[in-house]
């Protein structure tokens, strides 16, 4: 991009957001560390929300040594108002640390008399100090001339395509302090610091939005939205081609030949079913076939006592289901048609009765064949015993 075109950029931009915002000037009475310090406060952060969180670090503890030896967890708890107040906290911490074990003091104000070069080096090896920070006390401190960019500023500026990608990771945006002149350099920095705190603070605001289209219309559709990723996954899906018939019947054999699940279906074994319809259980045996009933002739049949109903074995029942009891029904209605049967054919011929044998006489014994009892034959046999007149 030509300098001339970034300058008439800026310019414009400055002109833009001198509608939607108020210039901010800082505090004069401050020391190069105080100023230092607000500055971690104020990094990502409105100005009215860092001046109460830096007032209450000064009015809580007693003094810079009493922070410095305080803890990360309690320093975010008093700057609770920031949008990132752990960070804030460590980078004051930091930098109290780092500036005391270097002169064993909290002060900076030697910086006023040097130069702005060797100043600058000297801020840049505390340990806690950002790009923004040291720019913000080169500006309010040192009399310099510097914009300092935060992180939030930086792609608020990569959206409206006024920095890139290196710029942002930098943290610095170069040709700015060139474009921007050094007596509006406070003002500027100020209004293009309340633009980066809106769009960390709230980016899906339409009245954050409204300011950022009127500096780059083309910029609408690199606007943060909350359906952002909803149409990532739908432009993701449509993108994707559709399955052919073919290949989903692919799947489907090679998912029947592996043994797995199959779309629209329960996992597992499929259940073998029954003649009747009932489904069967996987592991449980085939239920005993059915005797068959005896013929009524038989049944009939007064000689024949009716042959008593064997007595079936645990191995020969069909295993009771658990969950379909109606498989069972039919083994026991043939069950009870077959003694019905029985118990109506012994009502109806009644039992045989028992023949008494008779007692034997006397006579009997010499009736008998002579050669039952010897062998001998009498003269007598075949004479018929005749009865008298």
């Not at 083309?218 to 359906?227: G, M, V």
């Not at 003649?275 to 049949?301: R, S, T, W």
Request: with cysteine; charged share 30%.
């Amino acid at each position: 991009m030509a300098a001339s075109s970034r300058t008439a950029q800026f310019s414009r931009l400055h002109k833009i957001l001198k509608k939607y915002y108020t210039p901010v000037a800082p505090a004069l009475n401050r020391s190069v560390l105080e100023h230092l310090l607000f500055a971690s406060c104020l990094e990502n952060a409105h100005y009215p929300v860092a001046e109460e969180a830096f007032a209450a670090l000064v009015h809580t503890f007693f003094d810079w040594n009493e922070i410095r030896v305080s803890s990360v967890r309690e320093l975010s708890e008093v700057a609770s108002g920031l949008p990132d107040p752990a960070a804030a906290a460590h980078r004051v911490k930091r930098i109290l640390q780092s500036v005391f074990e270097a002169t064993y003091s909290f002060d900076l104000e030697e910086l006023r008399k040097q130069n702005l070069g060797p100043a600058v080096e000297r801020l840049e090896k505390v340990e806690g100090t950002s790009k923004f920070s040291i720019a913000y006390v080169v500006q309010t401190a040192l009399s310099g001339h510097a914009i300092p960019i935060d992180s939030g500023t930086a792609r608020a500026l990569r959206l409206l395509d006024m920095a890139t990608d290196e710029d942002v990771a930098a943290g610095a945006i170069p040709g700015l302090d060139r474009a921007i002149p050094k007596n509006s350099g406070i003002e500027f920095g100020s209004l293009v610091h309340q633009l980066g705190a809106d769009f960390v603070g709230a980016p899906y605001s339409p009245a954050l939005h409204t300011i950022l289209l009127e500096i780059e219309p083309k910029a609408k559709d690199h606007l943060p939205s909350r359906r952002a990723p909803k149409r990532a996954v739908r432009e993701a899906t449509a993108a994707a081609p559709e399955d052919s018939g073919e290949t989903k019947a692919k799947k489907v054999a090679l998912e029947a030949k592996a043994g797995g699940h199959r779309p629209g279906k329960t996992t597992g074994a499929e259940e073998p079913k029954e003649p009747g319809g009932v489904k069967k259980e996987a592991g449980q045996e085939k239920a005993a076939p059915i005797a068959k009933e005896p013929p009524k002739e038989a049944a009939l049949d007064p000689k024949k006592k009716p042959a008593p109903a064997k007595k079936k074995s645990a191995a020969d029942e069909p295993p009771a289901e658990v969950h379909q009891p109606a498989a069972a029904e039919p083994p026991r209605k043939r069950d009870k048609d077959k003694t019905e049967e029985e118990e109506s054919a012994n009502k109806k011929q009644p039992p045989p009765t028992k023949k008494v044998p008779p007692k034997k006489k006397p006579e009997d014994d010499k009736t008998k064949n002579p050669t039952d009892q010897g062998g001998e034959t009498s003269g007598l046999e075949g004479i018929s015993k005749r009865k008298p007149r």
